[in-house]
């Protein structure tokens, strides 16, 4: 069964599309852009924009900047997990062995072991041997800084 087009006034809602405006392109510079006008402010919303508008002046100069970003989730994904944050602020306190971490966190040597290694290959920790035994550290200061500032973020809730 076909849509019926909406007609050009018909109030939109919030995510709907309804096609290009008339006389309007469906892309600009080969990327699809939504032409959705809402008549007016959904109930209770005032935190989106009335008017569907797009600058391009501001957003083409920020396409470059933002891509090296996506790397960021990565990041962010693994510091998520309590286990691995935990394990990353103790490192930002003091240089820790697996034994030590596996005893400060109440898990096996092995669940250390796999946090640190997915930590590791982030390059969030690094780790050097001492002996029989291997210790572990923050990598760079701008991981301890990072980590830092977001418990100190949460103490000021």
């Known amino acids: 069964m076909a849509r019926r087009p909406r007609h050009p006034q018909t109030p939109l809602r919030s995510g709907s599309y309804a096609g290009p405006a ?12 939504p032409r959705n006008v809402p008549a007016h402010l959904p109930p ?16 083409e100069p920020l396409r470059d900047k933002i891509a090296p970003a996506a790397g960021v989730a990565e990041t962010f994904a693994a510091l998520a997990d309590p286990t691995r944050v935990k394990i990353a602020y103790a490192l930002c306190q003091a240089d820790l062995c697996v034994c030590n971490i596996s005893a400060l966190l109440g898990v096996s ?6 946090h640190l290694r997915l930590l ?18 923050i990598d760079d200061e701008h991981v301890r800084a990072l980590i830092t500032m977001a418990v100190e973020h949460l103490s000021h809730r």
């Open 120 to 137: 590791r290959n982030l390059r969030i920790v690094r780790y050097r041997r001492q002996g029989r035994n291997v210790v572990y550290s």
């Open 44 to 59: 209770g919303r005032d935190d989106v924009c009335g008017v569907y508008r797009t600058d391009p002046a501001k957003i």
């Open 22 to 33: 008339p006389g309007r392109a469906a892309s600009a510079g080969g990327r699809h852009v």
């Open 109 to 114: 040597p092995q669940t250390a072991s796999y």
